[in-house]
């Protein structure tokens, strides 16, 4: 999570459609193990069967896909490990979680027109959508907790990246973006490990191997159904969403109009003690005073504040 104004936005609904190109269906061979640098048995295979068309058996489902293309610092691309029939189920399913009359619906429904949209996102950064305890606010607005799916991105992250495996996921932050939506370069500030799966449009995704963000980036274009895992609180990141299609399932599901990519992004929230203790440094750098002290000056409750304050991108 980066800039501040992303919570702050006021946003609608229309489903206007969008026309794509369809991503053939892949088949999963049944073979283990080949194709994954030995990463498959490493994991342990879910309990039981589902009829979700999602590939819930981290295990079987790491048998077969491709090698994961590495990043820095112990982090990896992975391609295509949704096909559109589970990018859809997904996204619909954590789509129904929140309650359509939250902030956040209702900040998605104020910029489902072009208008609507350079008037209340000027800057044209993504937009909260669903949130299972946000890693910095932790707040949530799913009504249900997403348990199997933060198991199963904790699974696989574990497999992906084994230096990850100190580190629980219990948060989850699916964002919008419209075309040419962005963050500019930034780190995770005090979080860690994380995973983030991509539906919709083709981003752009930069990474830097350098903590303090110098030197050349490392570019790859992000599709539908990859999944891309990284110490985003040590990795310098960026994103751009392309100016190109989204697949075409992404017409027949509610997309607000002018959203065109989907990024969920799974990793370990701070504690509530952590929460407070980056608020109240940040207070002191910005303010010179306490969140309490704050309060008092601005009448704004000191949760909020504390909101607020752990929003700020401050790394670049
Ligand atoms: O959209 C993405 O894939 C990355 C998002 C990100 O870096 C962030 O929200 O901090």
Redesign the pocket.
């Known amino acids: ?2 800039q501040s104004a ?1 919570g702050a936005l006021e946003l609608s609904t229309s489903s206007s459609r969008a026309r794509g190109d369809f991503r053939p269906r892949r088949e999963r061979p049944p073979r283990p193990a080949m194709m994954t640098g030995g990463v498959a048995s490493k994991v342990k295979p879910a309990a039981s069967k589902s009829t979700d068309p999602f590939p819930w058996d981290v295990s079987e489902w790491l048998g077969c896909c491709a090698k994961p293309e590495p990043l820095p610092m112990g982090g990896c691309v992975l391609r295509n490990v949704l096909n559109d029939i589970e990018q859809k189920w997904l996204y619909e399913h954590l789509g129904s979680l929140p309650d359509p009359n939250h902030e956040d619906l209702q900040g998605l429904r104020s910029t489902a027109t072009r208008e609507g949209h350079a008037t209340h996102n000027v800057k044209n950064q ?1 937009q909260s959508f669903v949130t299972w305890m946000h890693p910095y606010s932790r707040k949530t607005n799913a009504r249900q907790k997403p348990g199997r799916f933060l198991e199963w991105a904790g699974q696989l992250m574990h497999a992906l990246a084994p230096s990850s495996k100190t580190h629980r996921i219990d948060s989850m ?1 699916a ?1 919008l ?1 419209a075309p040419g939506g962005s ?1 500019n370069k ?1 780190r ?1 500030e005090a979080l860690s490990w994380g995973l ?1 799966v ?1 539906l919709g449009s083709p ?1 752009d ?1 930069r990474v830097w191997a350098d903590p303090a963000g110098g030197g050349e980036p490392q570019c790859t274009i ?1 599709r539908s159904g990859d999944v ?1 895992v990284g110490e ?1 609180g040590q990795m310098p ?3 751009t ?1 392309l100016n190109e299609p989204p697949p075409a399932w992404w017409a027949s599901v509610q997309h607000f109009g002018v959203q065109r ?1 989907c ?1 969920i ?1 799974l990793r370990q929230a701070l504690s509530d003690k952590q929460q407070r203790k980056m608020a109240e440094t940040r207070c002191q750098k910005l303010h010179g005073c306490s969140v309490a002290a704050l309060s008092k000056q601005t009448g704004k409750d000191e949760e909020y504040l504390r909101w607020l304050l752990c929003q700020l991108n401050l790394n670049y």
Do not use: T
């Open positions: 999570m980066a992303r993504p932050l964002q973006y963050l930034h995770d983030i991509s981003a995704f992000v891309v985003w990141h960026a994103v969403v990519r990024s992004l």
